[in-house]
């Protein structure tokens, strides 16, 4: 059975730093992209970053574009976000997520991944 689970949230004031983990179990992680996606109270879930399967190739969303890092660590089956100079509105819970088998690209689109975590929640507060 495929399954992703997050880690590493907390409470941080603006500044702060945190890492998140996304580990797999029940598959290859190697074969997939995997990207991490956050929504905050009343919003969309959106994409903040995304890794491709070899770890050559990244995005990350405009305002986490210089703060936050992706990686991976395909032997260990694990995924890490890793996050400095945190602000107010980087509030959210904070999925990790993978795309199907056959894709070798990122994506920005929720309905483009099709294994999601439960999420970890990430509050900044002052």
Known sequence: QLQLVESGGGSVQPGGSLTLSCDASGFTL?????????????????????????????IFEETVRGRFTISRDNAK????LFMVN???EDTAVYY????RLTEALCNTYVDQYDYWGRGTQVTVSS
Do not use: H, M, N
């Not at 089956?77 to 890490?80: A, E, M, P, Q, T």
């Not at 990790?96 to 795309?99: D, L, M, Y």
């Open 30 to 58: 190697a074969a997939y992209v995997v990207g991490w996606f956050r929504q905050a109270p009343g919003k969309e879930r959106e994409l903040v970053s995304c890794i491709d399967r070899g770890g050559d190739w990244t």
């Open 77 to 80: 089956k694990r995924v890490f």
């Open 86 to 88: 945190l602000k107010l």
């Open 96 to 99: 990790c997520a993978a795309r």
